[in-house]
Each structure stands twice: as structure tokens, then as C-alpha cells.
């Protein structure tokens, strides 16, 4: 039922009795207040929450005891229908007090959580003045979503791509995500960014993510602006247009470059042999961006691999002249691979290179990594929380 939108819930409800404006109804109460049960649906007719209610609403997904981590990072390891599991990810960023402006963030780390660093904040004024019911600002929250069990693109450096891809999320499955995140949160939390940068390939699953994305940004549920969402990809560039043009460029993209030549990038990421650098590049300059807007390359450093002080100078080259800023990503240790990060220093040295070429290069802050709730930890089947919380 998740996956519907108010116009389809209007189907539904007439055929059970109901009216056409009804459906809204029945969709606000799902999307914008978590409330799943039609009995609690004060304001549908008694028959129509009888009809919802037999014709039953079963939960999408079970949250497991999740796990919280010494930065309040947490993890939720969600279960589906069919027993598989995935994760979420809520990173609280800083609070809702004015930070650092625009451009003159700190250079060597960016103040903003883990996959936050990602989202493109030049509307970040917003919120100003927004307090909660104690007077004091809003903590803001990133939530990091899967889309699929698995991934199918094997990146070498990649928990879930080294495990292979066991199925496609649904788009209920996706939203639902959402939905439980937002009933984790703290009262002094407010959902703020969401990032598509869980398990998972969400452009190889084009369907259901276009799909959550229109319901996560449907004004009569969660709302939440397009601007606020980032879709990261490995570079699948025929579905990269086809986000451009289906929400006008409104969503934020981020890349996964992790390398300037052919060579070393289809070593690390097969899929760079079906779409090489020259391809995704020119799909990157035809994104229709808005103005001031930036693509978010990613680029995680592995020790010997893609970390040497040249391959930041061919970087720079390769992005010259595209709007964007740079993530790097020291690389989490997975149990499958014995490749790890760079020295601190060699990262520094890469940054450096590309801060003196001009751009806005931003070294993410390992965040809930004691919580395996880091990039690229995400486990897989049956993974079992080394902490356990009581919820609520
Ligand atoms: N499949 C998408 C989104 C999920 S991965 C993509 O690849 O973009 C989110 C980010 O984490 C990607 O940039 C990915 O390359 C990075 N990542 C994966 N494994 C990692 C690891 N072990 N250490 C650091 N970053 C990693
Ligand atoms: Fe899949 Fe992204 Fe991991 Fe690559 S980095 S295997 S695309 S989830």
C-alpha cells in the first residue's frame, strides 16, 4: 500500500466504498503522519476503515533492535516481507544554528555528517528560527537509504558488491524506510536530507527509486524538497539522463568517480567498462542542473590503488569546467578485502592538489563506523548489531 500515490489511493478507496478526495486522506495518513492503521483514521467514514482494514494493511518492514553509535549515528537493520534485510542509516549533522557559510566551510573536513556532505546546502538559511517546543534548534538529520539486497556492480572496495545482488527493493520498500527513520528520531531531530547512498545500485533499480522519489516528494505526504534528496550512482549513464529529464534536474546527483583514467577505474568498478569516463562525463555536462546547483563526486581512496598525488591532478583535469564539489572518502575497511585507506597525511596530500586547482574538496568524517553504519559497511543477510538499544 506504500507504494501508492493519493491519485491511486483515490482509485482504491472508491472501489471500496469510498470517495475520490478520500484517497488523500488515506495517503497523508500513511506518508505524512506514520500512521498505518485505518482504524486510526479518524477522519475516513467507519465503513471505509473497515473495507482498508480487512483488506488488510500488513507492515512492509520490521525495524530490528538497531544500533547506536558514540556520534549518534545510528543504524536500523530493517527486515522485509520476505525475511531479507537492509539498512538505514540516520547521521544527525549539526544543529539548525547558522553554520559555517557557503564556501568557507572548514577545508580539510567538511562540519557536515558522513553522507550529508553530500547534499548540496546553498538553501541552508531555511530553517532559521525553526526551534523546537524547548527553544532550542532542530538537530539535523541525514538518513541514508538502500535500494536494493545486494548490489550487482561488484566495486572491489564495496560490502554489498562484493556480496552480489539478491533483489530489488520495491518502492514500498524504500519509502518505508523513511518512515520508520523518521519514527527513530530524537525530539530534538528533524529529518532533513535524504541520501540514496545505502546498499545497493539505485539506478539499477530505476523503477522503484523513481517511484519513491515521487512519493517521498508528493506534497501531501513527506514533502520533502527534491533539492533535499541525492541519488549517488556508480555511472549508469543512460539512467542518469533519464533523472535528469523525468524531475528536471531538481534532484541532487552524486557520482562515485573513484579514479580519472579508464584503467584504474575498471579495476575498481567493472561497470566502468560498460560506460567509460568519456561517456559519463559528457552525461554529467548534460544533466540539467539548476543554477548554483553542484554535482557531488565521490571519489573513496584506497591505499595504493587511486591515491596518488598525479591521479588528483588528472582528476582535476577530467572535472575542469563542471560544476561540482569533491567528497573523498578514505575507504572503510570491509571484512571481504584486504584493501584499506591511505595514510591521513596522503589524503591531505590528494586534497591539497585539488583545493590548489580551485575546487571545494571536502574529506568525510568517518561517522558511526563503530556501528559498521560507515560507507560501504553496510552488511547483508542476518548481520547481527554488535550493540543492542532498547527503542523508545
Ligand atoms: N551504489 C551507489 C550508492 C551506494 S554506495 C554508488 O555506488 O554510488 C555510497 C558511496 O559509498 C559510494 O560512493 C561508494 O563508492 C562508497 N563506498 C562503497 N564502499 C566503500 C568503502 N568500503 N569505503 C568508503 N566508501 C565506500
Ligand atoms: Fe554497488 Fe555502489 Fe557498492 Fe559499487 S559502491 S558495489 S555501485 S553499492
Known amino acids: 500500500p506504500l507504494a501508492r500515490l493519493p491519485e491511486e489511493w483515490a482509485k482504491e478507496v472508491v472501489r471500496l466504498g469510498g470517495r475520490t478526495f478520500h484517497g488523500k486522506q488515506v495517503f497523508r495518513w500513511l506518508m505524512a503522519r506514520g500512521v498505518f492503521e485505518p482504524a486510526q483514521m479518524t477522519d475516513l467514514p467507519k465503513d471505509l476503515r473497515r473495507a482498508l482494514a480487512e483488506g488488510g494493511v500488513e507492515p512492509v518492514l520490521t525495524v530490528l533492535p538497531g544500533t547506536r553509535a558514540a556520534d549518534r549515528t545510528r543504524k536500523l537493520l530493517v527486515r522485509l516481507r520476505d525475511g531479507a534485510t537492509v539498512e538505514t542509516v540516520l547521521i544527525p549533522g549539526v544543529s539548525g544554528e547558522r553554520r559555517l557559510g557557503r564556501g568557507v566551510q572548514d577545508e580539510t573536513e567538511s562540519d557536515d555528517a558522513d553522507a550529508a556532505a553530500a547534499v548540496d546546502d546553498e538553501d541552508d538559511d531555511e530553517d532559521q528560527g525553526d526551534e523546537n517546543p524547548q527553544g532550542k534548534s532542530y538537530l539535523r538529520v541525514t538518513q541514508c537509504i538502500s535500494t536494493q539486497v545486494g548490489c550487482a556492480m561488484g566495486c572491489v572496495f564495496c560490502a554489498s558488491g562484493v556480496a552480489g545482488l539478491k533483489r530489488n527493493l520495491g518502492p514500498d520498500e524504500i519509502v518505508a524506510q523513511v518512515l520508520a527513520g523518521k519514527a527513530e528520531l530524537d525530539d530534538d531531530e528533524r529529518l532533513r536530507n535524504i541520501v540514496y547512498m545505502g546498499m545497493g545500485e539505485p539506478l539499477h533499480n530505476y523503477a522503484s527509486t523513481v517511484r519513491s522519489l515521487r512519493l517521498l516528494t508528493h506534497a501531501d505526504g513527506l514533502a520533502i524538497s527534491p533539492r533535499r534528496i541525492t541519488v549517488s550512482t556508480s555511472g549508469l549513464v543512460p539512467e542518469i539522463a533519464k533523472l535528469g529529464a523525468d524531475f528536471a534536474g531538481q534532484i541532487g546527483l552524486a557520482i562515485s568517480l573513484h579514479a580519472a583514467d579508464d584503467e584504474t577505474r575498471s579495476r575498481l568498478m567493472p561497470i566502468n567498462k560498460k560506460y567509460p569516463l568519456a561517456a559519463l562525463i559528457e552525461g554529467l555536462r548534460a544533466y540539467p542542473l539548476p543554477r548554483r546547483r553542484r554535482i557531488t563526486i565521490e571519489y573513496t581512496l584506497v591505499s595504493g590503488k587511486n591515491d596518488a598525488p598525479l591521479e588528483a591532478t588528472k582528476l582535476a583535469k577530467l572535472l575542469r569546467g563542471l560544476p561540482v564539489k569533491v567528497n573523498l572518502i ?56 554488535k550493540v543492542r538499544v532498547d527503542r523508545g
Open 330 to 385: 578514505p575507504m572503510n575497511p570491509i571484512e571481504a578485502s584486504t584493501l584499506g585507506p591511505p595514510a591521513g597525511a596522503r589524503t591531505l596530500e590528494f586534497q591539497r592538489v585539488l583545493l590548489d586547482a580551485g575546487y571545494s574538496v571536502f574529506i568525510r568524517r568517518r561517522r558511526g563506523d563503530d556501528v559498521a553504519a560507515a560507507c560501504g559497511q553496510l552488511a547483508l543477510l542476518g548481520a547481527k548489531p
